[in-house]
T-cell receptor, first 115, second 113 residues
Framework: GAVVSQHPSWVICKSGTSVKIECRSLDFQATTMFWYRQFPKQSLMLMATSNEGSKATYEQGVEKDKFLINHASLTLSTLTVTSAHPEDSSFYIC???????????FGPGTRLTVT | QQQVKQSPQSLIVQKGGIPIINCAYENTAFDYFPWYQQFPGKGPALLIAIRPDVSEKKEGRFTISFNKSAKQFSLHIMDSQPGDSATYFCAATQSGSARQLTFGSGTQLTVLP
């Protein structure tokens, strides 16, 4: 149980375009979802926290107009990177949590490369 | 106050050895301490977790030791195998703030055959 999927697993886009990443909880209801960014050989950096049906809460320094997060259902959250630039290239990972429990489960990650 | 300090940064052991990874925290409001295992190019996987009312927890070859007074906890991997080679992250969370995870900096473990 407790499976979280992400799609796509990798994506290449041109500078100036937008890309959407989906995160789904497959076998539980995720009242809270989180989006992280990870640079090579570094720890995970929390970008934002979203509760189903509410606006996301962004961490300091994360541009909310650039990284649009939608958590419209208990099983789906999306991250849209708008007007992507090469510096947005990174490994993006989502996680999900059933509000009744402490555990947080991670998706497999999405490798974004902006050319 | 929110930091979780993890050491060592990297660790190399022989097959069958017992690598130990240590973490320390300052925030006494933390009440849940998970460990995650991450392979290259993959998302972290929840390995084992402990709450501060317990001093030790075992799951298979993985053991967490917890010292509440010292505000430290550690992961021990018994009979380590080459397949355990990965990056390990400790984390901590508290009630409120949707239980956001505060991560340690990670330990890259290599188990030699």
């Amino acid at each position: 149980g407790a499976v979280v999927s992400q799609h796509p697993s990798w994506v290449i886009c041109k500078s100036g375009t937008s890309v959407k990443i989906e995160c789904r909880s497959l076998d539980f209801q995720a009242t809270t979802m989180f989006w992280y960014r990870q640079f090579p050989k570094q720890s995970l950096m929390l970008m934002a926290t979203s509760n189903e049906g509410s606006k996301a809460t962004y961490e300091q320094g994360v541009e909310k107009d650039k990284f649009l997060i939608n958590h419209a259902s208990l099983t789906l959250s999306t991250l849209t990177v708008t007007s992507a630039h090469p510096e947005d290239s990174s490994f993006y990972i989502c996680s999900a949590r059933d509000g009744r429990f402490y555990e947080q489960y991670f998706g497999p990650g999405t490798r974004l490369t902006v050319t | 106050q929110q930091q979780v300090k993890q050491s060592p940064q990297s660790l190399i052991v022989q097959k069958g050895g017992i690598p130990i990874i240590n973490c320390a925290y300052e925030n006494t409001a933390f009440d849940y301490f998970p460990w995650y295992q991450q392979f290259p190019g993959k998302g972290p996987a929840l390995l084992i977790a402990i709450r501060p009312d317990v001093s030790e927890k075992k799951e298979g070859r993985f053991t967490i030791s917890f010292n509440k007074s010292a505000k430290q906890f550690s992961l021990h991997i018994m009979d380590s195998q080459p397949g355990d080679s990965a990056t390990y992250f400790c984390a901590a969370t508290q009630s409120g703030s949707a239980r956001q995870l505060t991560f340690g900096s990670g330990t890259q473990l290599t188990v030699l055959p």
